[in-house]
């Protein structure tokens, strides 16, 4: 049996990988915004992530005829399954190496702002890697239209 990877079943892979993954996780990502601290837990994270994951597996099961770009889709996809992964390692790398270092010097609160700086770095990474395939549809029915026109 000759296994194919999809673009919509290797989401639907992931997601179900998220969801197994509340039982061995507990972890919370606290972001910085503006002196106001957000502690988010673990399994909102997975909650957002999967609703996200299962939303572009329908639009990459019903819709793959527009998306002409494949290295795009492929792209698209393995970051937005890495990048929350990769926060998490960050956040409790982070939350596990507080336990060494000394909070009363001023190196600290740079060691504490560079880890805020790396999390809205990938937050906003993750963000700008949703539009990749807006992207892939614009040059799919741009090329599509190019391709049908006649001279």
């Given at each position: 049996?000759?296994?194919?990877?999809?673009p919509h079943?290797?989401?639907?892979?992931?997601?179900?990988?998220?969801?197994?993954?509340?039982?061995?996780?507990?972890?919370?990502?606290?972001?910085?915004?503006?002196?106001?601290?957000?502690?988010?837990?673990?399994?909102?994270?997975?909650?957002?992530?999967?609703?996200?994951?299962?939303?572009?597996?329908?639009?990459?099961?019903?819709?793959?005829?527009?998306?002409?770009?494949?290295?795009?889709?492929?792209?698209?996809?393995?970051?937005?399954?890495?990048l929350p992964?990769?926060?998490?390692?960050?956040?409790?790398?982070?939350?596990?190496?507080?336990?060494?270092?000394?909070?009363?010097?001023?190196?600290?609160?740079?060691?504490?702002?560079?880890?805020?700086?790396?999390?809205?770095?990938?937050?906003?990474?993750?963000?700008?890697?949703?539009?990749?395939?807006?992207?892939?549809?614009?040059?799919?029915?741009?090329?599509?239209?190019?391709?049908?026109?006649k001279v």
């Amino acid at each position: 049996m000759v296994a194919s990877f999809k673009p919509h079943k290797v989401l639907l892979f992931a997601a179900l990988l998220y969801l197994i993954s509340i039982v061995f996780v507990d972890q919370k990502i606290e972001i910085n915004l503006a002196d106001t601290y957000f502690f988010i837990d673990y399994t909102l994270i997975v909650a957002f992530v999967c609703g996200l994951l299962l939303i572009f597996a329908v639009l990459y099961k019903y819709l793959n005829k527009y998306f002409s770009i494949k290295l795009l889709t492929w792209l698209h996809i393995m970051l937005s399954i890495v990048l929350p992964v990769f926060a998490i390692w960050i956040s409790h790398s982070f939350h596990k190496s507080l336990a060494l270092i000394e909070l009363t010097d001023i190196e600290s609160m740079d060691y504490i702002l560079n880890h805020q700086k790396k999390l809205n770095q990938i937050i906003l990474t993750f963000i700008v890697i949703q539009t990749l395939p807006l992207f892939n549809v614009l040059v799919s029915l741009i090329s599509m239209k190019y391709s049908t026109a006649k001279v």
